[in-house]
């Protein structure tokens, strides 16, 4: 699985590393399309955290969560920029360690 790096106290949105098509595993009845128009992924921490890309089910938020990330996902008709900032204070404002 490829990984990235998000760096202490980064906010990034992953519209692009989004799995958003189940083509071409259309006839595997467990490949469901990811149910999210985008991921807002914050990293409280003082450290660099690798994380998976592309997103390609809810699995994903969970294990990134464990990992110490504050991780949003965003429907079609939420206010992204509205998501975004709130993640961006959330990370600004986390304890230091």
Known sequence: MPK???LPRMTMALG????????PYEEDDEVKPFPYRNVIVGNPTDEPIK??????NEGWIERHKKLGLIVVPVNEDDDFVGLFQMVKEK???AKRE
Not at 16 to 23: H, V
């Open 4 to 6: 990235m790096v998000l």
């Open 16 to 23: 692009g590393y989004i799995r958003e098509t189940t083509f």
């Open 51 to 56: 994380i998976e890309v592309p997103a390609y």
């Open 91 to 93: 990370v600004k404002n």
